[in-house]
Nanobody, 121 residues
């Protein structure tokens, strides 16, 4: 019913930048909060950043000042600009969104398939 597709991951040197994108498609009536999570090998999935439908944002302490979340509601897309990347930022990055379908009354939470970010020299 709804697909979230991430893109923009890759291999980058420490100090570098990547811009991740996540686009939702399907029978969408409205998208509420959108979020980015990440999961490193052998670790739990952690919240990175979140943005509400009226652009209120919050960040994990570990990425404040380096990452910026934004969204384009016309394109059903959320972005994560990642700057000053560190090896410890290496993880699979997932997007997540609360979406109300045209045929539904209440929103549900959907996940993307993830995009790998590797920070290494």
């Amino acid at each position: 019913q709804v697909q979230l597709v991430e893109s923009g991951g890759g291999l980058v040197q420490p100090g570098g930048s990547l811009r991740l994108s996540c686009t939702a498609s399907g029978s969408i009536f409205r998208i509420y909060d959108m979020r980015w999570y990440r999961q490193a090998p052998g670790k739990q999935r952690d919240s990175v950043a979140a943005i509400t439908s009226d652009n209120n944002v919050n960040y994990a302490d570990s990425v404040k000042g380096r990452f910026t979340i934004s969204r384009d509601n016309a394109k059903n897309t959320v972005y994560l600009q990642t700057n000053s990347l560190k090896p410890e930022d290496t993880a699979v990055y997932y997007c997540n969104a609360d979406v109300r379908l045209r045929e539904s009354i209440y929103p549900q939470t959907y996940w993307g398939q993830g995009t790998q970010v590797t920070v290494s020299s």
